[in-house]
């Protein structure tokens, strides 16, 4: 099977709008596709951890990657997680669901294949028979650090890259240098690696990263837009746009995904800040104002780099 070039560039981990009664709000979801395509981003992560994957259905999971692949109309590429499941059999069964819905790739999330005390050997065998079981498709993989955080070593990296049909990995380590040791064991094929974490991301671009899959691509995608796209033709001011943007990130341990949801509000979606994982009435006074300061330096910043 040829899986096609997964996009270089900003792909943002898409948080679930909710409306007051609980219920996924795909008004909402439709306009927040929108305003990320607007962006300038190169795909969307519909169903992962911001999206609240472990406290939506396997039908809920399965629609709205549905929703947003056909909201998207082929504009940018989508992908999708959802397995959530302890037993490889249930796992199945979700990610041929998820598959049916359209999306570019599956995404695997790592921890899901193996339990914390079990070894490579044993993740490698889950693979194979996910992969066996949901056949023409890509896949990608998600270092999500819930239940708990599995990373990829290089060399089963490699092993992911040699079977021909992983194209995407969502790196959590959060390190340069670990980052370079999975690109160097992957150079050359078709795995392309996406740095979640803001404050690495310049210089892991520089070494050869194919952009930003994170948390922070839900508040000023543009930014991360134009610092992947013009962190070589225009090094200084990708610099001082990197210090912003690297300060800007520790937001996302202030309540999340509820200030995400208020941020996008500000940014005139109409989003509400109903979540299932977290009180939505705790996001504080100070929490408020800590993102509409965010806000409001953002928009100094599009002016500055002419957004």
Known sequence: MQNQPIAKGVWPTMVTPFTDSNQVDYFALEQMVEWYIRQGVA??????????????????????????????????????SGHISESIEDQVTELQAIAASGVQAVVLVSNRLAKQDESEEVWKRNAETLLSVVPDIAFGIYECPYPYKRLISPELLAWCESTGRFTFLKDTCCHTGHIEDKLNAVRGG???????????????????????????????????????????????????????????????????????????????????????????????????????QLFALTAEYRKLYEL
């Open 43 to 80: 795909g969307l992560f519909a169903v992962c951890q911001s999206s609240e994957m472990f406290f939506l259905t396997l039908e809920e999971r399965a629609s709205i990657a549905k929703f947003v692949v056909e909201k998207a109309k082929g504009r940018v590429q989508v992908i999708a």
């Open 190 to 292: 078709g795995l392309n690696i996406y740095n979640a974490n803001t404050a690495t991301l310049l210089e892991t671009l520089k070494i050869g990263v194919q952009g930003y899959s994170g948390i922070m691509a839900n508040f000023h995608p543009d930014l991360y837009v134009w610092l992947t796209r013009h962190f070589e033709d225009q090094p200084e001011r990708a610099e001082k746009l990197q210090h912003f943007l690297g300060m800007s990130s520790v937001i996302e341990s202030q309540y999340y995904p509820v200030n995400a949801k208020y941020y996008l509000s500000l940014e005139g979606l109409p989003i509400g800040l109903h979540t299932r994982t977290k009180d939505h009435h705790l996001l504080t006074y100070s929490n408020r104002r800590e993102v509409e």
